[in-house]
């Protein structure tokens, strides 16, 4: 919603890129998850992305392939804020995801 926003406010009828709306850490993140030997399927994401409200402005090609990566950047934040909240976590149970999501919701 915010992409759309950005695209709409700029006087275009497609999301780009610059759209998006990456933090500092995240485009960081994003980096990191790029050098990491792993890739996502662009179906879950965009089953995912499907299941949202519809925008009113269509998504660019290059902003469809960017986003399994986007998600691998915030599966990498993710892990990274439970080690935060509990350096010594091997095996994060419900308490503990319940506590990561009240911090991601604060930031996203």
């Given amino acids: 919603m915010v992409a759309e926003r950005q695209a709409k406010y700029n006087g275009r009828d497609i999301i780009l890129e610059p759209d998006l709306p990456l933090t500092k850490g995240l485009q960081e993140t ?3 998850f790029r ?3 792993t890739t996502l399927e662009l179906t879950p994401v965009l089953d995912a992305l499907a299941a949202l409200p519809p925008l009113d402005l269509e998504v660019s090609e290059d902003v469809r ?3 399994p990566e986007v998600a ?3 599966v990498v934040a993710y892990a990274r804020v439970l080690k935060e909240l509990d350096p010594k976590l091997k095996n994060p149970q419900t308490e503990h ?3 990561a999501e009240r911090v991601f919701n604060l930031l996203l």
């Fill in 65 to 67: 392939h960017l986003l």
């Fill in 97 to 99: 995801h319940e506590r």
């Fill in 35 to 37: 050098t990491m030997d």
């Fill in 72 to 74: 691998g950047a915030l």
């Fill in 30 to 32: 994003l980096k990191e």
